[in-house]
């Protein structure tokens, strides 16, 4: 009897020690439940103000808006964007921003690209977690030269520094932003500092603008693009002469070189179908004034014209693109002096 009664209790400590192991499953279960619930509620409603500040709904040129994302991650193409393997497509929208994002808060700023007249709107998305060093061998005191760092939103971790810093935080991205041309044509070089050794390939990337001033910025800035590979840094592509300090700005944001050109070839479609219109407006002016009135002058398509030649040129000659933007922008300031019709 003593020996059924330990056997009973065994049978009953099993059945405990199961029943407690189903019933801890089953909660676990509804807690892994509700927090895929919770992590696909928080993307769709991410995904959709991020939808609504591409489209243009949400946001105003030059403002910022700072979206909640708990730390999940999205991912970037030129086509579209994706969290949770849910892809949206960004159309004609253009986006300047990492591959891959992951942080707390989602930063989108916006500017207008004027050339002279606006060509387009662009979106720049980061995250605080993503460390930017403004690095100006040229400036003794390490300050921002070019303006960018005043430029750029507030909650973006930007640094303006004389050189390389010899340590880094654990940043869960660092991009460098060198003001000089690469040193040698090389299309490796050696890590800027061992420190960053210890990170990962895709955590580092750097970008190089060959620019003495701000002003370079408006077509004489060369832009560099390479990424880490192990110890050295691999160029990916370079960008001949920059359309605009918005378009630097650009690059600054993106650590992918692809994706940015892909961008760029956009905002070139942009400029070209936007251009047209003006030059149809142009001819519209001309021809609907009399012979000998003295707002003839200022309507001339060549400029125009010259634009549209030049985006689809084999080669784009970016200096010649703002010299046309200048002849434009000075028939345009005539004809607000002689009370003609505004070009743009």
Same mark, same amino acid.
Not at 35 to 58: C, F, H, N, V, Y
Not at 160 to 183: D, G, H, I, N
């Given at each position: ?8 209790e ?15 499953a ?12 919770s ?25 910022? =808006? ?15 964007y ?17 591959s ?10 916006t ?109 004489n800035?060369?832009l ?10 691999? =160029? ?32 070139? =479609? ?24 003295p ?50």
């Amino acid at each position: 009897m003593k020996k059924r009664g330990q056997i009973g209790e065994q049978f009953n400590w099993i059945f405990i020690i199961v029943a407690g192991a189903l019933i801890l499953a089953f909660f676990v279960m509804v807690v892994n439940k509700q927090r895929e619930l919770s992590e696909k509620k928080l993307s769709a409603e991410l995904l959709a103000d991020l939808d609504m500040i591409i489209t243009g709904q949400a946001v105003s040129p030059g403002t910022t =808006r700072l979206l909640e994302m708990s730390n999940l991650e999205l991912s970037f193409t030129c086509e579209d964007y994706s969290m949770g393997g849910v892809p949206k497509g960004t159309g004609n929208s253009i986006l300047f921003t990492p591959s891959k994002l992951k942080g707390s808060n989602i930063i989108a700023w916006t500017l207008d690209w004027n050339m002279p007249y606006r060509a387009a709107n662009f979106i720049y998305v980061t995250v605080p977690e993503i460390k930017y060093f403004l690095i100006d061998p040229a400036e003794s005191n390490g300050q921002d030269s070019y303006g960018i760092k005043s430029d750029f939103p507030e909650k973006a971790d930007v640094t303006a520094v004389k050189e390389t810093p010899e340590e880094f935080e654990s940043y869960q991205r660092v991009r460098l932003v060198y003001f000089m041309k690469p040193p040698g044509d090389e299309q490796s070089l050696s890590l800027p500092s061992d420190a960053l050794s210890d990170f990962n390939d895709d955590q580092v990337s750097v970008l190089y603008i060959d620019a003495k001033k701000a002003e370079d910025f408006n077509g004489n800035a060369d832009l560099y693009f390479y990424k880490k590979k192990g110890d050295m840094m691999v =160029r990916e592509g370079w960008i001949p002469g920059s359309l605009g300090k918005e378009i630097v700005y650009g690059a600054i944001f993106t650590d992918d070189y692809d994706l940015y050109l892909c961008n760029i070839k956009k905002a070139l =479609r942009k400029l070209e179908v936007v251009t047209e219109i003006y030059k149809e407006r142009v001819g519209y002016l001309a021809n609907g004034l009399p012979v000998g009135d003295p707002c003839s002058p200022y309507y001339g398509q060549t400029p125009l014209q010259g634009i549209i030649d030049e985006i689809n040129a084999d080669v784009i000659n970016v200096g010649n693109i703002f010299q046309y933007m200048k002849q434009i922008q000075n028939m345009n300031d005539l004809t607000v002096f002689a009370s003609c019709p505004e070009i743009y």
